[in-house]
């Protein structure tokens, strides 16, 4: 029988090294890694699907909801929310019957909470888990913040980004291309994670592979084949496709 | 006025009329009956004479009593010195009297400059004298109220955030892997700190000010707990000066710009962040600075033009921070200064500027300037 790959996502260190050290002791689990935030988090289930997430529901910036919105509730795996006490969040998932671990737990408790994750994963009721997701990120805080700053690695160093810097992001393969001021920052979210995460008042995606910041739009062409192309303000050209025509229209309030 | 709302003023406005009403009532009849005794001819004077002589003068004093409150609000505010504060109500008191006698020359005719310098103008100030003591007297009646008032809630808000269960229970759960991991030095340490922090929530303490040396111990025992939260990614460097230490401070000051500090400058973010609690004393001020590393203070509005401040940019109303200004406000009127800004190598700096006070002990502890 193969071991459940296992991720754990906490902001604070004790908590998350913690919880990997006690994911490491049970035999059926295996701990794939452990993240600090929900950049990392959304980067790590993107590239290292796990089976199972234990997810800290309030961190810095992106947070347990924001990392299931970013990936996609259909794409989500199992998860375990692990929180101290969020009272809007245990009613949620209480409403939803998701599951969840409220810190500090005993082992008992967490072994209960594994428990269920896995015949859950073993009976494949996987289906039932992505519509009481998909429920869940629908119905808190629709008003939850969008991101407002990246971590980028520029060789040693971890940079922030803020988004307002972003000129535009550029699909490259399952990452994504940060373009900020004639620079080029590689992040592991995918393209679809991005746009998910950042304010659609802000950002709009203009093609499959491309998403840019409205602020830095100079001016769009449009050919009469319906598709086009945004200039932006330092010149780049960007292709915007035909399909995604009315979304820009509608964020820019004006008819092309 | 900041504090005073519109319909506390017309209460007081009401009461103040209400007591002169009183007062004219009292007189009016005194006039009358005097009258009748200096009257052997049975000349009897109308009431409606007596009211006529008296309330005139009445109403006039009355009216002015919104005016001296906000006047004696206003030069308490300034903390000026015994001098100037004297001086400045002397002047302020020959004016109104001078303005009342003026108005009552139109009801009562108009005297001579010698009737008025004599015999008019000493009764009127004795009158303004009179109305000034039952102003002062309700003024710091009010303003002591509102210090009691400004220090339970502060009090209280203290308590809620070293109670706020999520900070408890991650704590808490903090102290639980520590043990899992057999780290039980730091453990019992970690208790140790909670139960420090608990015990300061619980403790009965009515003092409104504390020496800025006991504050920052206050505050230094909720970051040991944040900092083992946040073990690698909170770092906290304090430096006082010995004289700082000994100044005095509203208690609970520092409570919410260090929790605010810790919230902005580390809880949102991922990378380790710094926190510093500085103090020093210029002049006759104290200054103290509770700064972070993190991403700045949140600018609700664009941000405004450079303004004042060490290098920084001045922020708009921090939200949250109103009570720290509140609190500064109703202790040291304009004398104290708070000011949240853009810190010159990103983070926040929170500046409170209050008037250098020692306690009566430690003033002969602290270095005296040699003469």
Redesign the interface.
């Known amino acids: 029988m193969t071991r459940l790959r296992v991720l754990v996502v906490d902001?604070?260190?004790?908590?998350r090294?913690?919880?990997s050290?006690?994911i490491r002791k049970d035999p059926e689990l295996e701990s794939i890694g452990d993240c600090?935030?929900g950049?990392?988090a959304v980067e790590a289930i993107e590239s290292l699907q796990p089976d199972l997430v234990l997810l800290d529901v309030?961190m810095?910036?992106i947070d347990g909801f924001g990392v299931i919105r970013a990936i996609g509730a259909e794409r989500m795996p199992p998860v375990i929310f692990v929180t101290?006490?969020?009272e809007f969040a245990l009613e949620a998932f209480r409403v939803h019957a998701l599951d969840y671990l409220?810190?500090?737990?005993s082992d008992a408790e967490l072994a209960a909470a594994l428990g269920r994750a896995k015949r859950l994963i073993r009976d494949d009721g996987l289906h039932q888990l992505t519509e009481r997701l998909t429920e869940l990120v629908g119905s808190v805080r629709p008003e939850s913040k969008y991101l407002s700053?990246l971590?980028v690695r520029v060789a040693q160093r971890?940079q922030?980004v803020r988004v307002t810097e972003i000129d535009w992001i550029e699909a490259a393969d399952y990452c994504a291309k940060l373009h900020v001021a004639g620079t080029a920052h590689v992040v592991r979210v995918s393209l679809g994670a991005l746009e998910r995460l950042l304010d659609p008042a802000a950002f709009v995606r203009v093609h499959r592979s491309a998403i840019i910041n409205l602020d830095r739009i100079r001016e769009i062409l449009s050919d009469p084949t319906g598709d086009g192309v945004v200039v932006l303000a330092d010149g780049t050209k960007v292709r915007m496709a035909r399909s995604r025509r009315a979304a820009v229209e509608r964020v820019l309030g004006k008819a092309l | 006025m900041p504090t005073v709302t519109l319909t506390r003023n017309q209460r007081a406005l009401a009461w103040a009329l209400g007591i002169m009403a009183l007062l004219a009532a009292v007189a009016v009849t005194r006039h009358h009956l005097e009258m009748m005794d200096h009257s052997p001819g049975g000349h009897y004077l109308t009431w409606g004479h007596a009211i006529s002589q008296q309330a005139p003068d009445y109403i006039l004093w009355a009216l002015t009593i919104p005016l001296v409150y906000l006047f004696v609000d206003r030069v308490a505010r300034r903390r000026w010195g015994w001098p100037r504060t004297v001086l400045t109500h002397a002047a302020f008191a020959l004016v109104v009297a001078l303005a009342v006698i003026l108005l009552r020359n139109g009801w009562y005719g108009a005297k001579d400059f010698g009737t008025i310098m004599t015999s008019i103008l000493p009764s009127q100030l004795f009158t303004y004298a009179a109305i000034l003591g039952g102003v002062l007297a309700y003024h710091y009646s009010r303003v002591f109220v509102e210090r009691e008032v400004e220090l339970a809630d502060a009090r209280l808000r203290a308590l809620r955030a070293q109670l706020r269960p999520h900070f408890m229970f991650n704590a808490l759960n903090s102290v639980a892997m520590l043990v899992r991991s057999g780290r039980g030095t730091e453990a019992v340490d970690t208790i140790a700190r909670v139960s420090d922090l608990l015990r300061d929530g619980l403790v009965d303490d009515d003092r409104a000010e504390v020496t800025l040396e006991e504050e920052v111990a206050l505050a230094r025992r909720y970051l040991a707990v944040e900092e083992v939260r946040f073990a690698d990614r909170l770092e906290v460097q304090v430096d006082l000066t010995e004289q700082a230490k000994a100044a005095r401070v509203p208690r609970l000051i520092l409570q919410p710009l260090v929790e605010n500090a810790v919230r902005h400058g580390i809880g949102a973010r991922a990378a380790a962040g710094r926190i510093g609690i500085r103090a020093r004393v210029s002049g006759r001020e104290l200054i103290v600075e509770v700064a972070d590393d993190g991403h700045g203070p949140a600018v609700l509005t664009p941000r405004p033009p450079l303004l004042s401040g060490e290098g920084g940019t001045q922020v708009s109303n921090g939200v949250g921070l109103r009570n720290t200004r509140a609190r500064l406000e109703a202790a040291y009127g304009s004398a104290a200064r708070f000011t949240l800004e853009h810190a010159p190598d990103g983070g926040a700096i929170a500046t409170l500027v209050i008037p250098l006070r020692f306690d009566v002990g430690a003033q002969h502890a602290a270095p005296l300037p040699t003469p």
């Open positions: 902001d604070e260190p004790l908590a090294t913690g919880l050290e006690l600090a935030d950049q990392a309030q810095p910036e101290a006490y969020e409220l810190k500090p737990f700053r971590t971890v922030i």
